[in-house]
């Protein structure tokens, strides 16, 4: 069965880095598109960042456009989001997405 796997989260200072991945399995990886979303406490689950399937398109939400990088490796099966400039209100549980399947997310803190 389809499988997604967060890893990556944690607590980072205003200003830093974070990288998360996401180990895809049960599906053929380089034949989807993949997502990234949140949800921060109190708010609706945002979409964060897309990626085509060959990785040759890639489209952001305007408020991490600049800082966050998505891309994906297909011989690995794993889907990336590269994390810059973090700030406060980046603080949420970000999910890996692919159609109707969902990861368990992974928690990201930004706070000093």
């Known amino acids: 069965q389809v499988q997604l796997v967060e890893s990556g989260g944690g607590l980072v200072q205003p200003g830093g880095s974070r990288r998360l991945s996401c180990a895809a399995s049960?599906?053929?990886?380089?034949?989807?598109?993949m997502n990234w979303y949140r949800q921060a406490p109190g708010k609706e689950r945002e979409l964060v960042a897309s990626?085509?399937?060959?990785?040759?398109?890639?489209n952001y939400a305007d408020s991490v456009k600049g800082r966050f990088t998505i891309s994906r490796d297909n011989a690995k099966n794993t889907l990336y989001l590269e994390m810059n400039s973090l700030k406060p209100e980046d603080t949420a549980v970000y999910y890996c997405?692919?159609?109707?399947?969902w990861g368990q997310g992974t928690q990201v803190t930004v706070s000093s």
């Open positions: 997405n692919r159609d109707v399947y």
């Open positions: 049960g599906f053929a990886f380089r034949w989807y598109a």
């Open positions: 990626i085509t399937s060959a990785g040759a398109m890639t």
